[in-house]
């Protein structure tokens, strides 16, 4: 006898699901030994295929199911379902849907059925965490390699030109936008400017002018009033707070670089 093996897994499973009906055929008061005895010897598969390949419009157990309003239970909607589909021909499947409909089951019954684990869609990879935001180390580290990768003649510009946007606003950032000067008279100054900026400076500990480096560890970002002092205050005041600075600029950027 001619079983289903060619049929694979998917076959075992329709006719597992044949054999699963067959309770519901009994107490619907059907009991369907033909039926059983056509799986147990040739297959669910086959049976499914000879049952719709019959010259009759239906067969007997069609019938009698849908005298039974009990059409669901039938082959031919075993047949119909998506994840059973590729075992039969179009031709198969046509016909089952045909003789399903000639009797005024509704198909939109078939989409109803839940979809079994064994055929559900693999669950999507995870998806990605979104990049993590570069740290602090890695934008200065990108900056220092694009200064050194820009032309030349970008050095023969103003100090003004060279002054690095990326610096500037890794600065204020490291900062909270707030005066870094230890001693400030106005710690709690933070007034938000044009382009929802901070009103402060960043400003090079050592100046460009005199050779300063434009770079995060020679920047601090002060307040109007202490960048005042600074660049105006008096001669000995100035040097202490430029030392100060220094020390701060130079800690700050190493806590930063180390993400502490
Ligand atoms: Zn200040």
Not at 98 to 113: C, G, P, Q, Y
């Amino acid at each position: 006898m001619v079983r289903d093996e060619q049929y694979g897994e998917l076959g075992k499973r329709f006719e597992q699901y044949l054999l699963d009906g067959i309770p519901a055929l009994r107490k619907a008061g059907y009991n369907p030994f033909e039926f059983l005895r056509m799986i147990k010897t040739t297959g669910g598969v086959h049976t499914a295929k000879r049952l719709l390949a019959s010259a009759g419009d239906t067969s007997y157990g069609f019938t009698k199911l849908w005298e039974k309003q009990k059409l669901d239970t039938s082959v031919e909607f075993a047949v119909c379902l998506p994840w059973f589909r590729e075992l039969f021909t179009e031709a198969e499947v046509g016909r089952a849907e045909f003789r399903l409909t000639e009797h005024r089951f509704d198909l939109s019954r078939i989409d109803a059925v839940p979809v079994p684990a064994w055929c559900a869609a693999p669950t999507p990879e995870p998806t990605p965490e979104p990049p993590a935001a570069p740290t602090y180390r890695q934008r200065v580290e990108a900056e220092e390699a694009a200064q050194l990768a820009r032309p030349a003649t970008s050095t023969a510009l103003t100090t003004e030109a060279v002054r690095s946007a990326v610096f500037r606003s890794l600065v204020l950032e490291r900062a909270g936008g707030r005066c870094e000067n230890p001693g400030c008279g106005h710690p709690d100054f933070h007034v938000i400017g044009r382009n929802d900026m901070p009103v402060v400076e960043v400003d090079h500990v050592h100046g460009l002018g005199e050779g300063g480096p434009d770079h995060p560890a020679n920047m601090v970002v002060l307040c109007p009033n202490c960048h005042a002092v600074k660049t105006r205050g008096r001669d000995a005041e100035v040097a202490e707070l430029r030392k100060l600075l220094a020390g701060i600029a130079r800690q700050r950027h190493e806590a930063a670089m180390t993400g502490a």
